[in-house]
C-alpha cells in the first residue's frame, strides 16, 4: 500500500534501495548505494543464495573500509545491508535496480514481479548492459518510471554508470539518475536506447576484433592487450577486460548485438570454443589469461 507520507520523487537520493541478484554486479551495486548512505535490501532466489549475497556486499564494503576509501566503520555500513529471498521486501523502497542474468525473459519477468511489488513513485532500473531498455519498458504499467543504469564491473572501482533512456523514461527520471550517480561519486553518461548503448557496442567491438587476431595468431592475447594499454592509454587491454566481465557474458552480449546489428558483431569461434569448454575468465579460472594464481 503507498505510503501518502512519502514523497519519493523530491528525494535527492534514494534512503532505501533494493537490488535484485546479490552476484558480482548486484553486490557492487549494494556497496555503492550503502557507502553513500542508503539503506539497501538485496533480494535472491532462496536462502543459500542470500547468505552468499551478504557475505559478498560485506567482503566488499570491508575491502572499502581497509583501504580507506570509506571513512564510516565496517559496522556501521554492515547495518544498512539488509538480505531476502521474497520481492515483498521492496516495498518501501524508493528505487530498485534489476541485475539478475542478462537474459531478456528473465529480466522481463523479473521486473515486472518487482514493479508490483513497488509504490506507484518508486523507480525501477535494469542493470542490463546490451538488452533494449524500451523493450523491457513494454512489460511494465509504468515505463516512465524505468531506465537503464549500467554499473560497470567491478563497480567499487569503476567511475563510470551509463544512464539508458527509452522512449517513455521521463526527464523527471533522467534528473534524478543523475543525481544518484554523482551522489554515489562516479560519472553518468547518458544515452538513448540503441542496441549496445553507448559502451557495450563500443568495448564489444574491439574486443571481438582482439579475439579475432588471436585466432589468426597476430599476436598473443598479452601483445594485444598491451598494444591497446600503452598505445591508447586504455586502462586494461580488450582480452583481460573480458576475462574480468566473463567471456560468457560478452557471447551473450555479442549474439544480441550479431542479432540487431548485422555480422560486425559475428562472434569469433574462439570465443564459443573458450565457453563451450567452460573457460569464462577470472570467474573460473582461465580465459585468456591464466587467473589461478
Known amino acids: 500500500m503507498s505510503d501518502p507520507a512519502r514523497k519519493f520523487p523530491d528525494d535527492p537520493f534514494p534512503d532505501r534501495v533494493g537490488v535484485l541478484g546479490g552476484g558480482r554486479m548486484g553486490a557492487g551495486i549494494a556497496h555503492a548505494f550503502a557507502v553513500a548512505g542508503a539503506a539497501v535490501v538485496v533480494v535472491e532466489r532462496d536462502d543459500d543464495a542470500a547468505a552468499a549475497a551478504h557475505d559478498r556486499v560485506t567482503e566488499v564494503l570491508a575491502k572499502s573500509v581497509a583501504r580507506g576509501t570509506t571513512a564510516e566503520p565496517l559496522a556501521t555500513l554492515a547495518s544498512r545491508l539488509s538480505v531476502a529471498t521474497d520481492y515483498a521486501a521492496f516495498a518501501g523502497c524508493a528505487l530498485v535496480v534489476e541485475a539478475v542474468p542478462e537474459d531478456f525473459a528473465l529480466k522481463s519477468a523479473a521486473l515486472t514481479s518487482v514493479e508490483e511489488k513497488l509504490d506507484p513513485a518508486a523507480w525501477l532500473a535494469t ?32 567511475l563510470l554508470v551509463e544512464i539508458v533512456l527509452a522512449e517513455h523514461t521521463s526527464a523527471e527520471l533522467e534528473s534524478a539518475a543523475r543525481g544518484w550517480v554523482d551522489a554515489l561519486g562516479k560519472t553518468p553518461v547518458v544515452v538513448r536506447d540503441a542496441p549496445g548503448f553507448a559502451s557495450s557496442r563500443l568495448g564489444v567491438a574491439i574486443a571481438l576484433e582482439a579475439m579475432r587476431m ?33 567471456l560468457d557474458v560478452r557471447l ?18 574462439i570465443l564459443r570454443d573458450k565457453v563451450a569448454r567452460g573457460e569464462l575468465g577470472r570467474k573460473s579460472g582461465s580465459g585468456f589469461f591464466d587467473w589461478k594464481g
Open 127 to 158: 542493470n542490463t548492459s546490451s538488452l533494449s531498455i524500451g523493450a523491457l519498458a513494454e512489460q511494465l504499467k509504468r515505463p516512465e518510471r524505468f531506465c537503464g543504469l549500467h554499473f560497470f564491473n567491478p563497480v567499487p572501482a569503476s
Open 252 to 269: 551473450s552480449i555479442a549474439e544480441y548485438l550479431h542479432s540487431t546489428l548485422g555480422e560486425r558483431f559475428a562472434p569469433p569461434q
Open 214 to 246: 588471436v585466432e589468426e595468431g597476430v599476436a598473443s592475447p598479452e601483445d594485444i592487450d598491451a598494444a591497446m594499454v600503452l598505445g591508447y592509454k586504455h586502462p586494461v587491454g580488450p582480452l583481460r577486460t573480458t576475462d574480468i566481465v566473463g
